[in-house]
């Protein structure tokens, strides 16, 4: 069992920067690949950027490629995103994800523990 969660979410206005970090509890951080994934009002739960368990493999949906960067550091078991440039189409909740097959796949099913989410709400 692995416990996530989330911080670094709020309210920031288009054109600024947030990072977000995501703490994993429980099993050896190291032996998952780590995701980020948001879902807006009313939308279905995307992926935005995923990273293997070196950070050797990172990949981005297109819309924040050269605006979000993600990141792990195993060694405080905390992955993080942070997000550059924000635009008001990037407010959504924003979900860390750890998938145990190490494997980035980009999809929801595939993930095997999940945080609660931090919201991140950008205006304009």
Not at 42 to 70: C, D, L, P, Q
Request: with cysteine; proline share 1%; hydrophobic share 35%.
């Amino acid at each position: 069992q692995v416990h996530l969660v989330e911080s670094g979410g709020g309210l920031v206005q288009a054109g600024g920067s947030l990072r977000l970090s995501c703490l994993a509890s429980g099993r050896t951080f190291s032996d998952y690949a780590m995701g980020w994934f948001r879902q807006a009002p009313g939308k279905e739960r995307e992926f935005v950027a995923g990273i293997n368990w070196s950070g050797a493999r990172i990949y981005y949906v297109e819309s924040v490629k050269g605006r979000f960067t993600i990141s792990r550091d195993n060694t405080k078991n905390t992955v993080y995103l942070q997000l550059n440039s924000l635009k008001s189409e990037d407010t959504a909740v924003y979900y860390c994800a750890a998938d145990r097959a190490n494997v980035i796949s980009g999809r929801v099913d595939a993930m095997d523990y999940w945080g609660k989410g931090t919201l991140v709400t950008v205006s304009s």
